[in-house]
């Protein structure tokens, strides 16, 4: 009998896949102007932890979603953060809001307004969950291509007890990363900067542990995610390997 073909290996990061840096380009962009704009929120919610009375009310709404969130422990923690985002902010899409077609915004921001889009949502919910002492290098901002819907869409995935579950604006439940089925990721974010998604088979990209892997993007450079609605989001954007077809 021919011996049996081995299985390819699976990746750490969510979706059992791996990553590497993604060059330069504008989501490096947005990554960077968004730090700074949660570099400037951070002190508010300092200074409203030391003077409750003069705290703006979106902050002091955003502190008391914190505070519900660091009660919990485990996937309660995960679940509650998961809710109260989801009910806090209304979906309204960048174009309708701001005029634009992908504009990423820090929570307070957010909570000001009461509105948002989904990757909006994954950052509220990401900071959330820092600040209640959830550790920051269990959790990635993750942005991919919904194909159900024809659209790109971004979700919050958080490593718990050796599993990735996926915090998503459209449920209300965690799932696992394994039943997000019609979505392609194309993009982890956290704080070492954008990643992009690897699959963990054939060829060719030396990573550091040494295994080969295809890069998502086979030409890394024009990968784009647009945040917005495309014609043809369904099939995977030009250079993009299919991960889940």
């Known amino acids: 009998m ?19 840096r993604a060059p330069e ?7 960077r102007g968004l730090e700074s704009d949660l570099a400037k929120e951070r002190t508010v919610l300092e200074q409203c932890r030391e003077n409750a009375a003069g705290c703006p009310p979106n902050a002091a709404q955003f502190l008391r979603l914190i505070n519900a969130v660091k009660f919990k422990s485990g996937r ?3 679940d509650e953060a998961n809710r109260a985002v989801n ?5 309204v899409s960048d174009f309708t809001q701001h005029g634009e077609a992908d504009r990423w915004t820090a929570p307070l921001a957010t909570f000001a307004t ?4 989904c990757e909006d949502y994954a950052i509220a ?5 820092i600040e209640a002492g959830f550790a920051r290098e269990d959790l990635r901002l993750v942005l ?7 659209q790109d869409h971004a979700v919050l995935a958080a ?16 799932i696992d990363d394994g039943e997000l089925g019609n979505f392609t990721p194309m993009f982890a974010i956290n704080g070492r900067g954008v990643q992009l998604f690897a699959a963990p088979y054939a060829k060719r990209l030396p990573l550091d542990d040494g295994l080969d892997a295809t890069p998502a993007a086979a030409d890394a450079a024009d990968a784009e995610w647009t945040g917005a609605e495309s014609a043809d989001a369904a099939s995977p954007l030009p250079g993009f390997l299919p991960l889940f077809m």
């Open 114 to 117: 009461g509105k948002g889009d």
């Open 159 to 174: 490593l718990l007890d050796g599993h990735w579950l996926i915090l998503d604006s459209r449920r209300s439940e965690l």
């Open 87 to 91: 009910q806090a902010i209304r979906y």
């Open 144 to 150: 991919g291509r919904d194909r159900a819907i024809r």
């Open 125 to 129: 919910k990401y900071i959330a969950l």
């Open 76 to 78: 309660d923690r995960l």
């Open 2 to 20: 021919p011996a049996a073909k081995p299985l390819p290996p699976v990746g750490t990061e969510p979706f059992g896949l791996f990553t590497f």
């Open 25 to 31: 380009n504008g989501l490096w962009r947005k990554w």
